[in-house]
């Protein structure tokens, strides 16, 4: 498949951006949700969605939402995973990567929200940040799915295609994030994590992206591709 690639980067107008959505919208219904979204519409519990957005990273979704499932069935509370210790925790989410550091930061965060937050996770971000293992892209995961606060969870998916679009040049997921806020409409800040973390996983891949299926071919720039199918 030919290919192109341009430097330049325009915001969309508001129209294209909710053609794109839509179209996105469409494409990934028929698949699963992601791993922490499917814990934030079955529990919709904070400290699970939490645990769980932890849990997720550098791990694959399935292996997410079982480690997730299993830690949860034994501690579904902060008090719960208290009483468990970092060995019992490390052996409930194995196999998710780095599962010994993992046990160890979710105890930490548990001791954290029973100690500093009155057993409840804080909806607010800096007091999120100040926790071990999280970082802005999982902060902001919890904040939308958990208390439905707009912010735009950019993580590998979301900064790639954002700019394959060519809707932003950025070089880092925190530039990514602070770019997209000046146009993304408010309403579309926590979906936009959702969508193109399906869309990233099944057709706008890493490596040589499905563009001959792509439901939004046309409103893409293919900046960056040099190789696709
Ligand atoms: S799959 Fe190809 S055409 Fe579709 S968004 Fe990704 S790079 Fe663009």
Redesign the pocket.
């Known amino acids: 498949m030919t290919t192109s690639t341009t430097s330049t980067s325009d915001p969309p107008p508001a129209s294209e951006i909710r053609r794109v959505f839509a179209a996105v919208r469409r494409f990934v219904a028929r698949h699963e949700l992601p791993s922490v979204s499917l814990v934030a519409v079955t529990s919709r519990d904070p400290f699970s969605i939490l645990v769980s957005t932890v849990l997720s990273l550098r791990t694959r979704d399935d292996v997410t939402l079982a480690a997730t499932r299993r830690l949860v069935a034994v501690a579904p509370t902060v008090n719960a995973v208290l009483t468990l210790s970092e060995d019992r925790i490390a052996e409930l989410i194995y196999p998710c990567g780095f599962y010994r550091t993992k046990a160890r930061q979710l105890l930490q965060i548990a001791r954290i929200i029973r100690d500093q937050h009155n057993g409840t996770v804080p909806a607010d971000r800096d007091a999120l940040l100040a926790m071990p293992g999280v970082g802005r892209k999982t902060a902001n995961l919890v904040l939308g799915l958990s208390f439905g606060i707009p912010a735009i969870c950019v993580d590998t998916h979301v900064h ?2 954002c700019n ?2 060519g809707w932003i040049r950025s070089r880092t997921p925190d530039e990514s994030e602070r770019l997209l806020e000046q146009f993304v409409p408010k309403r579309l800040w926590i979906e936009i994590n959702e969508l193109l973390v399906l ?2 996983q099944q ?3 890493p490596q040589s ?3 001959s ?5 046309a ?5 960056g ?1 040099t190789r ?1 199918r």
Do not use: E, N
Not at 213 to 217: N, R
Not at 219 to 223: A, K, P, Y
């Open positions: 790639r295609i394959r679009l869309f990233g057709t706008c891949t992206p499905r563009c299926l792509c439901p939004i071919a409103h893409c720039r293919r900046v591709v696709s």
